[in-house]
Every structure is written in structure tokens, then in C-alpha cells.
């Protein structure tokens, strides 16, 4: 079993569309946990960090469930610009900082 | 923000050479890098932890002799694949720590082997 799992898409939405991307992760002891972007043929950028509590940033939504291993990503009122692939990001526990990263979703926006 | 920048950004050599990849912390110091491996429509998959003054640590998988890395000072990490051929064709990508939450990534260098 992967240790984190997208499901690849790709997502084929319209502009203004809301669109939800999810995540599970196996290592209960993971600690982090974050929404990467990656163009193609580009280094990912972060995009936002996941917690518990949830968190909003602009037309993105993060939420975390750690008792189901599970993350997801909202994106409302979907822009052209949004097209990319979002690839959840998990680290383990505090001795480890490397990143753990799922294959990614594709996203397209169509005009 | 904080840069890490990576050099050369592309390179294409013939199989058996040696190819060396910098990474580079631009305004910060990184006592951790990491070294990052993507192959076409997939995950990143990490190769190795570079940590400045000591030995690399390197996943279950790769080959240390193959992929050799040298961290000698605080904004410098190198990656020298030896030997290459055409399977190490890929996107590398490394990182540095910024933060005890943050890191950087560098915009990768693709490196293909004939």
C-alpha cells in the first residue's frame, strides 16, 4: 500500500466550478500535513498547510481527519489559473523531515 | 520568500559520463537538504537526506555509490550521478530546510542519458 494515495484524475471542471480532491495516508504517526501544487516540468509549491481545525485560504479549503487518515482540498469558483496537479503531502514523525508525497490530481479548468 | 536554485536547470550527456546537480540556498543556511527523484506522471520520491558536515542518508533502494552527495557547507548540496544511463533519465528536485515547518524547493534539473 502507497503511503499516500490520490486518486490521479484528472479532473475536468468549468470555470466557477467547486471542485474536492482527497487523501489518504497510512502512517498514523504522521505528524504534518500539506496541499502542494505542481505545474508541469516544475518544482512543487506549497500551497497550504492541513490541520485539524481546517483552514481557508481565499477559494481553497484544507481539512484534516486523523482518526480516518484522511485530508482533503476544496477549491470553489474554480480559475483557468487552478489548473495544475495537487499533490498531498504528508510528514512523519518529528525525527524525519523529509516529505512524503502521493502521485498528485490533476486538475483542468476549461473556459 | 527564501530560494533554493539548482544548476543546471537541463542536461542531456551520453551514457557512462558523470553528471553533477547543485543546490543552492540563496538566503538562508540549510544544515538539511534533501534530494528528490520524479519519473513521468509520477510522485516524488526521495533518494536521499544531504546534511552539511556528515555522510548522506539514503533510502532503501538507492544506490549510494551511484548517486553521490556532498554537502559541504551551509547554502550547498551536490548530487553527481555516475555512471548514468538511460533509466536515471528524470527530474531531479532538491530541497532545504527553511524552518522547523517549511522547506524550499528548487526548480529541479531534468537530466536525460542517451
Known amino acids: 500500500r502507497k503511503e499516500v494515495e490520490q486518486d490521479p484524475g484528472p479532473f475536468n471542471v468549468p470555470e466557477g466550478a467547486t471542485v474536492a480532491f482527497n487523501c489518504t495516508y497510512s502512517?498514523?504517526?504522521?505528524?504534518?500535513f500539506f496541499w502542494y501544487r505542481q505545474d508541469c516540468r516544475k518544482e512543487p509549491k506549497l500551497l497550504m498547510s492541513v490541520y485539524s481545525s481546517g483552514n481557508e485560504d481565499g477559494r481553497f479549503t484544507a481539512q484534516l481527519n486523523r482518526a480516518s487518515q484522511y485530508i482533503s482540498l476544496l477549491i470553489r469558483d474554480s480559475k483557468l489559473s487552478d489548473s495544475a496537479t495537487y499533490l498531498c503531502v504528508v510528514r512523519g514523525d518529528t525525527g524525519r523531515r523529509a516529505l512524503t508525497f502521493g502521485s498528485g490530481t490533476r486538475l483542468q479548468v476549461q473556459p | 520568500g527564501a530560494v533554493v536554485s539548482q544548476h543546471p536547470s537541463r542536461v542531456i550527456c551520453k551514457s557512462g559520463t558523470s553528471v553533477k546537480i547543485e543546490c543552492r540556498s540563496l538566503?538562508?543556511?540549510?544544515?538539511?537538504m534533501f534530494w528528490y527523484r520524479q519519473f513521468p506522471k509520477k510522485s516524488l520520491m526521495l533518494m536521499a537526506t544531504?546534511?552539511?558536515?556528515?555522510?548522506?542518508?539514503?533510502e532503501q533502494g538507492v544506490e549510494k555509490d551511484k548517486f553521490l552527495i556532498n554537502h559541504a557547507s551551509l547554502t550547498l548540496s551536490t548530487l553527481t550521478v555516475t555512471s548514468a544511463h538511460p533509466e536515471d533519465s528524470s527530474f531531479y528536485i532538491c530541497?532545504?530546510?527553511?524552518?522547523?515547518?517549511?522547506?524550499?524547493f528548487g526548480p529541479g534539473t531534468r537530466l536525460t542519458v542517451l
Open positions: 544531504s546534511n552539511e558536515g556528515s555522510k548522506a542518508t539514503y
Open positions: 502512517n498514523s504517526a504522521s505528524q504534518s
Open positions: 530541497s532545504a530546510i527553511f524552518s522547523a515547518v517549511e522547506q524550499f
Open positions: 538566503d538562508f543556511q540549510a544544515t538539511t
